[in-house]
């Protein structure tokens, strides 16, 4: 199983919005409305940031928001702020390997 | 609240075995599922395996099998992440993760064990 595509980096400045997508096949993303984000910070453990393709854990900034079409899903942060620089990955159930669940490559998102 | 607390960072040789443990507190686990994943240095975030703490259901990235053995003692919500014989690119942060059996996202993450390996 192959980690999913992601764009190495993506920029923006402060107030901007972005969005960092996340490519797979139908025996992941495309398959099922299980595609979860987190971010991570340097030196830092990974934090659910979305989960269920839309959803917003309690304590997440509405700031954050997902979406998914076919085999894309989307991760789209608006009002962008310092603090939101780190790495994102996406990560998605799958049924082509166990342990059925595969990481995105990972997203740097620079605040300009 | 839910809290995963990860044993502290090892230092060892090639060959070296090791046992690192993951302790769940704040809710009962016996219907929770850990993850191990595993972040290379400057590298992005691999499954290495779950481990069902409510059952025996143990299941390892094609990658790990055979390399690790994941475990866990039930009784005290404990998972450990083990090597029989440790090589140097196994020189590594670990995380452990938990989410709840029927959910499918890992809201839940330990702070890492960072594990190096050099002779």
């Known amino acids: 199983q192959s980690a999913l595509t992601q764009p190495a980096s993506v920029s923006g400045s402060p107030g901007q919005s972005i969005t960092i997508s996340c490519t797979g096949t139908?025996?992941?993303?495309?398959?099922?409305?299980?595609v979860s984000w987190y971010q991570q910070h340097p030196g830092k453990a990974p934090k659910l940031m979305i989960y269920?393709?839309?959803n917003r854990p309690s304590g997440v900034s509405n700031r954050f928001s997902g979406s998914k079409s076919g085999n894309t899903a989307s991760l789209t942060i608006s009002g962008l702020q310092a603090e939101d620089e780190a790495d994102y990955y996406c990560?998605?159930?799958?049924?082509?390997?166990?342990?059925?669940?595969?990481f995105g490559i990972g997203t740097k998102v620079t605040v300009l | 609240d839910v809290q995963l607390v990860q044993s502290g960072a090892e230092v060892k040789k090639p060959g070296e075995s090791l046992k690192i443990s993951c302790k769940a507190s704040g809710d009962s686990f016996t219907t929770y599922w850990i993850g191990w994943v595993r972040q290379m240095p400057g590298k992005g975030l691999e499954w290495m395996g779950i481990i069902y703490l409510g059952g025996s259901d143990t299941r390892y990235s094609p990658s790990s099998q055979g390399q690790v053995t994941i475990s866990a003692d039930k009784s005290i919500s404990t998972a450990y992440l083990q090597w029989s014989s440790l090589k140097a690119s196994d020189t590594a942060m670990y995380y452990c993760?938990?989410?709840?059996?029927?959910?499918?996202?890992?809201?839940?993450w330990g702070r890492g064990t960072l594990v190096t390996v050099s002779s």
């Open positions: 993760a938990s989410t709840l059996n029927g959910n499918f996202h890992y809201d839940y």
């Open positions: 269920d393709v839309t």
């Open positions: 139908s025996s992941d993303v495309g398959g099922y409305n299980y």
């Open positions: 990560n998605s159930y799958t049924t082509s390997s166990t342990p059925n669940y595969v």
